[in-house]
């Protein structure tokens, strides 16, 4: 068989109903409604749902905040030497803590253990008993 000894079949043509002739009075159609109209345009199901959701006012965006990496005082005191720095940087450096989606997070140092070295803390969040902690060690805190 070649390309041009192909033929396509005509197939079954779709009988078109309620124009006259031996159908009945509703045309197979049934009795009134939307349904049973010509040319009837069904509401799509997505439009229901959509009408139902609550109305939102303003425009939202980043409403979820970025939750603080923790890290305790007993970490910072076995990984780091006195009078080193303490950043995220540093953190990501020593394996401490690690990337989220690419990007280094925020630190939180909570009073997790105690610190006998005096160190010195950048751009980190420090709670209030660690940071007496980390004072009275001899270390300072900057932001």
Same mark, same amino acid.
């Given at each position: 068989?070649?390309?041009?000894?192909?033929?396509?079949?005509?197939?079954?043509?779709?009988?078109?109903?309620?124009?006259?002739? @031996?159908?009945?009075?509703?045309?197979? @159609?049934?009795?009134?409604?939307?349904?049973?109209?010509?040319?009837?345009? %069904?509401?799509? =199901?997505?439009?229901?749902?959509?009408?139902?959701?609550?109305? %939102?006012?303003?425009?939202?965006?980043?409403?979820?905040?970025?939750?603080?990496? $923790?890290?305790?005082?007993?970490?910072?005191?076995?990984?780091?030497?006195?009078?080193?720095?303490?950043?995220?940087?540093?953190? $990501?450096?020593?394996?401490?803590?690690?990337?989220?989606?690419?990007?280094? =997070?925020? $630190?939180?140092?909570?009073?997790?253990?105690?610190?006998?070295?005096?160190? $010195?803390?950048?751009?980190?969040?420090?709670?209030?008993?660690?940071?007496?902690?980390?004072?009275?060690?001899?270390?300072?805190?900057?932001?």
């Amino acid at each position: 068989m070649q390309a041009h000894q192909i033929k396509s079949s005509p197939g079954k043509k779709k009988k078109r109903v309620g124009r006259g002739g @031996k159908k009945g009075t509703y045309s197979g @159609k049934g009795m009134k409604g939307q349904k049973s109209r010509a040319g009837r345009k %069904l509401e799509p =199901p997505i439009r229901g749902i959509i009408k139902r959701y609550h109305k %939102l006012r303003g425009y939202n965006f980043n409403t979820i905040k970025e939750k603080a990496v $923790v890290v305790g005082l007993k970490t910072l005191n076995s990984k780091f030497s006195p009078d080193e720095t303490v950043s995220p940087q540093t953190l $990501v450096g020593k394996k401490i803590i690690g990337k989220i989606s690419g990007k280094i =997070p925020k $630190v939180k140092i909570l009073k997790n253990g105690s610190i006998e070295k005096p160190l $010195v803390i950048i751009n980190c969040l420090v709670s209030a008993s660690a940071g007496k902690e980390i004072e009275k060690a001899g270390g300072k805190i900057k932001n």
